[in-house]
């Protein structure tokens, strides 16, 4: 007698969900109701033309930004828009600009990423006791073994603004990974690098994955997004075009328009995606002062 085996498909617990999300500045729209999922286990990418609007969706994912409308939602609980709650429900990133202290060893650097991990509170680091000492040892620990994973071991004690410029980036990865996130979000991680670097990138960000954490990544490169990602969506002037595997992407007439710079239907034009960039760039210098 032959038994049949039935193959039953585990569903995708969702980690992010981005519902609805609009950010205006003033008057100008710079992301346009969009949605998105990123499941257990999933590398996803976000791509489109300068001016997509790709970083200020990340901003409004992290708590950088309020999102005029919508929500964001990490494991199913709506997240509070403030960047520190969002590292501590486990959400971590990088950025499109390196943000590493400098004058700080790279040691140094990965246990500030510890930081949000750590229980003892200001008394307990002025006493010194010894569970202040355990605590500390162990985040020396965690993060060695971090700067083991992305090959930076050896450099623990140089400054990080001596490391070269690729080892830098794999330094804020590390710094994010310290956090131990549930979900990385990466900002165009191999802009400025040449081909060997990418592929190790690209190596590390596979690494990332098959430790079980989920990543969403901003890029231009279009070869190392297609290579890594298990779905790719599409920004252009803020709005999500599509979204799917490579070969739905890459057939999409809108997609190649937008990347010719043919206008298509709905595209509000140059002169209000320069007004967009703009206001968003007031608006983060005014975050940073």
Do not use: W
């Amino acid at each position: 007698m032959t038994t049949a085996t039935e193959t039953t498909t585990k569903p995708a617990t969702p980690i992010l969900q981005a519902t609805g999300v609009i950010m205006r500045f003033g008057g100008l729209t710079a992301v346009r109701n969009v949605d998105l999922t990123v499941n257990s286990g999933e590398i996803v990418g976000l791509i489109g033309p300068n001016g997509a609007g790709k970083t200020t969706f990340f901003n409004c994912l992290t708590g950088l930004y309020v999102p005029t409308e919508g929500t964001v939602a990490y494991k199913g609980t709506v997240l509070p828009p403030k960047p520190h709650l969002v590292t501590n429900a486990g959400i971590a990133r990088t950025f499109q600009n390196i943000r590493l202290f400098s004058n700080m060893t790279v040691l140094e650097n990965v246990l500030v990423g510890r930081h949000t991990r750590t229980k003892e509170g200001l008394f307990a680091a002025l006493v010194r006791g010894p569970r202040y000492h355990k605590a500390e040892a162990a985040s020396r620990e965690r993060a060695m073994e971090l700067l083991e994973f992305i090959g930076l071991e050896n450099k623990a004690d140089h400054l990080a603004r001596n490391l070269p410029y690729g080892e830098q980036r794999k330094l804020e990865i590390a710094r994010a990974l310290a956090s131990e996130p549930g979900l990385l979000l990466l900002d165009e991680p191999t802009a400025g690098m040449n081909p060997q670097e990418t592929r190790a990138t690209e190596e590390l960000v596979f690494a990332i994955r098959d430790q079980g954490i989920a990543v969403l990544v901003i890029e231009h490169d279009m070869r190392f997004i297609f290579n890594l990602c298990d779905r790719v969506a599409v920004l252009v002037q803020g709005e999500k075009l599509v979204e799917g595997d490579k070969e739905t992407v890459q057939g999409d007439d809108r997609v190649i328009a937008a990347y010719l710079g043919t206008p298509f239907e709905g595209d509000p034009g140059t002169e209000e995606v320069a007004e967009v960039e703009a206001a968003e760039a007031n608006s983060t210098t005014e975050d940073e002062r």
